[in-house]
T-cell receptor
Framework: AQKITQTQPGMFVQEKEAVTLDCTYD???????LFWYKQPSSGEMIFLIY??????QNATEGRYSLNFQKARKSANLVISASQLGDSAMYFC?????????????????FGIGTKLQVIP | DTEVTQTPKHLVMGMTNKKSLKCEQH?????MYWYKQKAKKPPELMFV???????INESVPSRFSPECPNSSLLNLHLHALQPEDSALYLC?????????????????FGEGSRLTVL
């Protein structure tokens, strides 16, 4: 079974500073995917970044980068130049190997989340 | 703006009521999901539909009844709910991975329907 661990219930960061949100995972699968989602108080889950288990380079999307250390089974999210609008819950998630096509669905498991608050 | 639309955004119902949550997407995705999220908890998978067929039921009580009438619509019918069923219900969809973009299996979420059972 897959397991996602986020050990930081809450984090504070000064505006314009960088922050790292921790995520470790456990799986026996060789093929898997890792995601980070942001959930503001409005409730919508917003996709931030994806890392495939076979990707050799760390994923980057604008101010977001994923520090992927496969041997340590960690997938930390780095947010550079924090903004007030970054205040939200952040969930690390992992998908199981994709079901054979044409079905195409997969199960995604979420960690318990980290609440990030950006201080002006 | 989200491309997955959920209605209603808020719903208050009694334990004897029958209500439905609706989810719609027009991205051509053939996998659709219902997640339940209690306060201060992560989303938990309830149901998965693939090509309008129920593929996963995570042992959800029968008072929750999903329905996928076509490839764009996903409903969740609610009947005889309990106060502990109060939660945010999130709908999501995912592409089949043949559109040419990287096949990440990314879930596209709606804004959720916040349900309160009295």
């Amino acid at each position: 079974a897959q397991k996602i661990t986020q050990t930081q219930p809450g984090m504070f960061v000064q505006e314009k500073e960088a922050v790292t949100l921790d995520c470790t995972y456990d799986t026996s699968d060789q093929s898997y995917g890792l995601f980070w989602y942001k959930q503001p108080s409005s409730g919508e889950m917003i996709f931030l970044i994806y890392q495939g288990s076979y990707d050799e380079q760390n994923a980057t999307e604008g101010r977001y980068s994923l520090n992927f250390q496969k041997a340590r089974k960690s997938a930390n999210l780095v947010i550079s130049a924090s903004q007030l609008g970054d205040s939200a819950m952040y969930f690390c998630a992992m998908r199981e190997p994709r079901n054979p096509r044409p079905w195409g669905y997969q199960k995604v498991t979420f960690g318990i989340g980290t609440k990030l608050q950006v201080i002006p | 703006d989200t491309e997955v639309t959920q209605t209603p955004k808020h719903l208050v119902m009694g334990m004897t009521n029958k209500k439905s949550l609706k989810c719609e997407q027009h991205m051509g995705h053939r996998a659709m999901y219902w997640y339940k999220q209690k306060a201060k908890k992560p989303p938990e998978l309830m149901f998965v539909y693939s090509y309008e067929k129920l593929s996963i039921n995570e042992s959800v009580p029968s008072r929750f009844s999903p329905e996928c009438p076509n490839s764009s619509l996903l409903n969740l019918h609610l009947h005889a709910l309990q106060p502990e069923d109060s939660a945010l219900y999130l709908c999501a969809s995912s592409p089949r991975g043949t559109s040419g973009r990287v096949d990440t299996g990314e879930l596209f979420f709606g804004e959720g329907s916040r349900l309160t059972v009295l």
